[in-house]
């Protein structure tokens, strides 16, 4: 059976979507291009189980978006695009499935270039890197960098709400003890936070508990818990009309992309008086290190540099919005939009 790669139409504003198809590899995957105005679209790979064909087209859509304002926030010369893999429930051949995915990357002429997500890993990129120069990635792994910068976006986000950024004796509640959370979870209990955790797996609790001496609660619970700051560091939509009603943190600042399941629960976080701070505004920290390392050829202090940066970006969206009386997931939108705008008249003059 032939491998397809249609292009569909989504009604957004996305530049181009396709849906590709390899019966022989058992592959189904989904390459969201939301923009190449700034330069070629970079966004991860996830490798995900989805109900619906459907459903993983539109978390291509959220995702890809996001990665184009994360690039532009981060003053990053690249577009945003994602790519997604419907994880089948039966049994998969790997390493077929992940040379397809490279394979259908490389067709697009490099207008799209990935790297690792939740699902995938820096083995995963190594195999599709088999079929396509277009993958960031190969040579460690980005969550510490992730990590660091979600901290500092944390610390900025301490000091607009309580005059300090110092984190000494704050309680943080994580949700999400992977690579970042995991990561995170130490360096917050280096600055002096007590830990409150949570993930689906027990043994990434476990690590995390023993590591930076966190109490562990269930993966519902830890939206009850009492803490200054919630940090969501999982899968996206967790803040929603059913979940924000719940939240004891005075402060949301998180690793997981598109935490706002809607547009309306940035307003509701506004509402309870919760200091949001922008998901992809906080968790730019991994995209900065494997662009930049790898793509655009910076120095590690460079790029070290950008990740502490993220400090400074989070408080210019805060004090933004508190200007403009808008949420900050606004602000951080309109922030975005200049950066970009800017990125776009660089590279046209450049």
């Given at each position: 059976m032939t491998a397809t790669m249609e292009e569909i139409s989504t009604g957004t504003d996305h530049e181009r979507v396709f849906f590709c198809r390899d019966p022989e590899a058992r592959y189904r995957g989904v390459i969201a291009i939301h923009s190449t105005a700034a330069g070629p679209a970079a966004g991860g790979t996830r490798y995900w189980t989805y109900v619906t064909e459907e459903e993983a087209v539109t978390d291509a859509l959220r995702l890809s978006r996001g990665m184009t304002y994360k690039n532009a926030m981060a003053g990053l010369?690249?577009?945003?695009?994602?790519?997604?893999?419907?994880?089948d429930r039966k049994e998969t051949d790997r390493e077929a499935l992940l040379r397809a995915h490279g394979r259908f990357i490389e067709r697009l002429g490099g207008i799209y270039m990935t790297g690792e997500d939740v699902g995938t890993t820096l083995a995963d990129m190594q195999i599709i890197r088999q079929e396509t120069k277009h993958v960031a990635g190969l040579f460690g792994d980005p969550s510490p960098f992730t990590a660091r910068g979600v901290a500092r976006a944390m610390r900025a986000a301490a000091l607009h709400r309580w005059g300090s950024d110092n984190l000494t004796g704050r309680t943080v509640a994580i949700q999400g003890c992977g690579?970042?959370?995991?990561?995170?979870?130490?360096?917050?209990?280096a600055a002096g936070a007590?830990?409150?955790?949570?993930?689906?797996?027990?043994?990434?609790?476990?690590?995390?508990?023993?590591?930076?001496?966190?109490?562990?609660?269930?993966?519902?619970?830890?939206?009850?818990?009492?803490?200054?700051?919630?940090?969501?560091?999982?899968?996206?939509?967790?803040?929603?009309?059913?979940?924000?009603?719940?939240?004891?943190?005075?402060?949301?600042?998180?690793?997981?992309?598109?935490?706002?399941?809607?547009?309306?629960?940035?307003?509701?976080?506004?509402?309870?008086?919760?200091?949001?701070?922008?998901?992809y505004v906080a968790n730019a920290g991994g995209v900065i290190?494997?662009?930049?390392?790898?793509?655009?050829?910076?120095?590690?202090?460079?790029?070290?540099?950008?990740?502490?940066?993220?400090?400074?970006?989070?408080?210019?969206?805060?004090?933004?919005?508190?200007?403009?009386?808008?949420?900050?997931?606004?602000?951080?939108?309109?922030?975005?939009?200049?950066?970009?705008a800017a990125l776009v008249d660089a590279s046209s003059t450049g």
């Open positions: 010369p690249l577009g945003g695009g994602k790519s997604v893999i419907l994880r690579n970042v959370g995991f990561q995170l979870a130490q360096e917050l209990q007590r830990l409150i955790v949570t993930d689906v797996d027990p043994q990434r609790v476990s690590r995390t508990v023993e590591a930076a001496a966190a109490k562990a609660v269930p993966p519902e619970a830890i939206y009850d818990a009492e803490a200054d700051i919630f940090a969501p560091c999982a899968l996206g939509g967790i803040l929603n009309a059913d979940t924000i009603p719940r939240l004891r943190a005075e402060i949301v600042a998180g690793a997981a992309n598109n935490q706002l399941l809607e547009e309306a629960d940035g307003e509701r976080l506004q509402a309870r008086g919760i200091l949001y701070a922008p998901d290190v494997l662009a930049g390392r790898e793509v655009l050829g910076w120095s590690d202090e460079a790029v070290m540099e950008r990740v502490e940066g993220i400090y400074g970006t989070m408080l210019e969206v805060l004090r933004l919005a508190e200007e403009q009386g808008a949420p900050p997931h606004v602000a951080a939108d309109r922030l975005a939009e200049r950066r970009l």
